[in-house]
């Protein structure tokens, strides 16, 4: 079996000096997707080229201590992806992807973070662009390709995914337009959310993300933020979820999915 992992650091020094690369060892993921690095090159030569024996990939933010994706592997990619062709985003460090491809298959593995819109209406309206933008890329990429886009999404998509969601319905994260933009790409677009295909119903179990205000992480008042989004034949492929969260590496918990294929 192919254990994929995705994961929002918020800061790989942080993530680190809290225990990840232990538990990395013990859960031996083929994979881990992880979003929001906030690190630059130099910051990462000598010290998290390599974790838990995978090599690492990166897509770092031109901004210092900001954004910046990562993927790492202990297979050998037959391509390497950086950034999507945007020119508003690309910099900002939010799109990487493997290339695992064969005579017989084309694969993908993809770790992006998306924009948050809550700090600001000039940052939510850049999130609606991204959003404008992302989906024909997607499209695009399904059209050619199999893969599976791990990432912080920053979107809770139904109303099961977040405790307080009647009070949440006008921030972003649970805009009704944001919602819409997940429902089709879930429908039209022909994309799998992986977790709820194997949890359909799970509520209070199923939160990746929780607010620092509030001891919103020992209430579990918490939202699903962290996804793996499947074309359909791989989805077909996952057999089981989990969502760990006995240990604190970041706000964010780490998402892994065992899937029946390898790339």
């Given at each position: ?36 690095i906030k690190a630059q090159a130099p910051d990462l030569s000598g010290k998290f080229e390599m974790l838990s024996g995978m090599k690492g990939y990166f897509h770092l933010a031109e901004k210092k201590g900001y954004s910046g994706v990562g993927i790492y592997t202990r297979l050998e990619p037959s391509d390497v992806v950086v950034g999507y062709n945007s020119p508003e985003f690309d910099p900002e460090g939010r799109y990487l992807e493997l ?165």
């Open positions: 079996m192919f254990k994929l992992t995705s994961l929002n650091l918020n800061g790989i020094r942080s993530a680190t000096s809290k225990g990840l690369e232990a538990w990395l060892e013990r859960v031996r993921p083929d994979c881990i997707c992880v979003q929001e290339r695992f491809d064969s005579p017989a298959r084309k694969h993908s593995i993809i770790s992006a973070y998306f924009p948050s819109g809550s700090s600001g209406e000039d940052r939510q309206q850049a999130k609606f662009r991204f959003l404008d933008e992302f989906y024909p890329h997607l499209m695009t990429l399904r059209a050619e390709r199999d893969f599976i886009l791990c990432g912080d999404i920053n979107i809770a998509h139904q109303e099961i995914d977040l405790k307080n969601f009647k009070g949440n319905k006008k921030n972003s994260g649970f805009l009704p337009e944001e919602r819409a933009w997940m429902t089709k790409l879930l429908t039209q677009g022909g994309m799998v959310d992986v977790y709820r295909r194997l949890e359909p119903s799970t509520t209070d179990a199923c939160y990746t993300w929780w607010s620092n205000r509030g001891q919103a992480y020992a209430k579990n008042v918490g939202w699903r933020l962290d996804y793996q989004l499947a074309t359909q034949r791989l989805s077909s492929g996952a057999r089981r979820a989990e969502i760990y969260k006995d240990e604190k590496f970041s706000d964010h918990a780490p998402i892994t999915i065992r899937y029946d294929w390898l790339p």
